[in-house]
């Protein structure tokens, strides 16, 4: 006697392969290259998107603000849940901007939704025109023997000293950094890019929306800089310890 299937079973079996078939179809609208605008008061920024998929399955993508002078710049955070689309920016252009788009798919092909920045909201519109041309996320550079080591500082913020300290070391695929902020507690910043270029160097943390550029001073014994954390921009000297 072959095997009883309640009726529950299947459902639930076609619910799920239904649900799996709705996901699929939702992350291959995704994919592309989409054009529009922010509508921002009295004016329209123009906006490139690009999402794309590896592999792997992660997301990946980058955005152009013509307007702005933003141009292949990383997307983080990237979720597609169904029709709904999520993407960030921590870090652009050296610039600390941490925005944030939130959008759904129509059936008509569109991305609308919402663009977030420190409290503000704009409407966005865009469509597909095409396959992705995501730029690659950019890789840490290689950095000189100077720049090894341990480097140590303090800046106050909001009437609180901050401990700063920032460990470099050097790899054959670039150079990777420890970076720690000490004030009422013990921040322990990821970093996802470190460039030099001649004397000076910059190390972002998109995720903490952190950026710091110093320039190695001829002894090579301090970096003169600036510490920015969103529109906030504070003097930082970065001293080397034995």
Same mark, same amino acid.
């Given at each position: 006697?072959?095997?009883?299937?309640?009726?529950?079973?299947?459902?639930?079996?076609?619910?799920?392969?239904?649900?799996?078939?709705?996901?699929?179809?939702?992350?291959?609208?995704?994919?592309?290259?989409?054009?529009?605008?922010?509508?921002?008061?009295?004016?329209? $920024?123009?906006?490139?998107?690009?999402?794309?998929?590896?592999?792997?399955?992660?997301?990946?993508?980058?955005?152009?603000?013509?307007?702005?002078?933003?141009?292949?710049?990383? $997307?983080?955070?990237?979720?597609?849940?169904?029709?709904?689309?999520?993407?960030?920016?921590?870090?652009?252009?050296?610039?600390?901007?941490?925005?944030?788009?939130?959008?759904?798919?129509?059936?008509?092909?569109?991305?609308?939704?919402?663009?977030?920045q420190?409290?503000?909201?704009?409407?966005?519109?865009?469509?597909?025109?095409?396959?992705?041309?995501?730029?690659?996320?950019?890789?840490?550079?290689?950095?000189?023997?100077?720049?090894?080591?341990?480097?140590?500082?303090?800046?106050?913020f909001?009437?609180?000293?901050?401990?700063?300290?920032?460990? $470099?070391?050097?790899?054959?695929?670039?150079?990777?950094?420890?970076?720690?902020?000490?004030?009422?507690?013990?921040?322990?910043?990821?970093v996802?890019?470190i460039?030099q270029?001649?004397?000076?160097?910059?190390?972002?943390?998109?995720?903490?929306?952190?950026?710091?550029?110093?320039?190695?001073?001829?002894?090579?014994?301090?970096?003169?800089?600036? $510490?920015a954390?969103?529109?906030?921009?504070?003097?930082?000297?970065?001293?080397?310890?034995?």
């Open positions: 006697m072959p095997p009883i299937i309640s009726r529950s079973k299947v459902s639930l079996t076609i619910a799920l392969v239904l649900a799996a078939a709705i996901a699929g179809d939702a992350q291959e609208m995704a994919v592309g290259r989409w054009e529009g605008s922010i509508k921002i008061p009295e004016r329209e $920024l123009p906006l490139v998107v690009d999402l794309a998929q590896g592999e792997s399955g992660n997301w990946v993508g980058s955005f152009i603000v013509p307007g702005l002078d933003l141009k292949g710049s990383t $997307l983080t955070d990237i979720v597609v849940t169904n029709s709904s689309i999520s993407f960030a920016c921590k870090n652009a252009g050296g610039r600390a901007l941490d925005v944030t788009w939130q959008g759904n798919l129509s059936k008509e092909g569109a991305l609308t939704g919402n663009f977030l420190a409290g503000n909201t704009a409407p966005f519109v865009l469509h597909k025109t095409g396959p992705p041309q995501a730029e690659p996320a950019p890789r840490s550079t290689v950095i000189t023997k100077q720049l090894e080591g341990e480097w140590k500082g303090e800046y106050e909001l009437g609180y000293p901050r401990q700063v300290t920032l460990k $470099l070391a050097n790899h054959s695929e670039g150079a990777t950094a420890e970076f720690v902020i000490v004030g009422k507690k013990v921040n322990n910043l990821p996802d890019l460039e270029e001649d004397n000076r160097i910059s190390v972002d943390s998109h995720a903490a929306g952190i950026n710091y550029e110093g320039r190695l001073n001829k002894e090579g014994t301090q970096l003169n800089g600036t $510490l954390q969103g529109p906030t921009e504070l003097p930082l000297v970065l001293h080397h310890t034995p």
